[in-house]
Nanobody, 118 residues
Framework: QVQLVESGGGLVQAGGSLRLSCVAS????????MGWYRQAPGKQRELVAA???????NYADSVKGRISISRDNAKNTVYLQMNSLKPEDTAVYYC????????????WGQGTRVTVSS
């Protein structure tokens, strides 16, 4: 069994910052790509940012320059530093990771809510 547990969501005013964390635990031999997705009410889930095990990153255009993804491979943890938050960043943020034990599978966290007030 593998679990992804997110933390760090909450309510923040526009222009503020939040840092999300996601820890992977369980039967893990290797964690490949990790990423953050978000889903706003009435909208589809979308990629926010992703990072490979080697540190290569990819960002949605809407968050470039404001949001940064990083990871600690020793702790199987991925972070999302969100600055200059806007009301349109309001969503449930989900952690995703491609984790290998015998085979590689994609896992999702339960989500953490981020609300940005104007």
């Amino acid at each position: 069994q593998v679990q992804l547990v997110e933390s760090g969501g909450g309510l923040v005013q526009a222009g503020g910052s939040l840092r999300l964390s996601c820890v992977a635990s369980g039967r893990i031999r290797w964690v490949h790509a990790m990423g953050w997705y978000r889903q706003a009410p009435g909208k589809q889930r979308e990629l926010v940012a992703a990072i490979t095990s080697g540190g290569t990153t990819n960002y949605a255009d809407s968050v470039k320059g404001r949001i940064s993804i990083s990871r600690d491979n020793a702790k199987n943890t991925v972070y999302l530093q969100m600055n200059s938050l806007k009301p349109e960043d309001t969503a449930v943020y989900y952690c995703n990771a491609d984790i290998q034990y015998s085979v590689t599978r994609s896992y999702w966290g339960q989500g953490t809510r981020v609300t940005v007030s104007s």
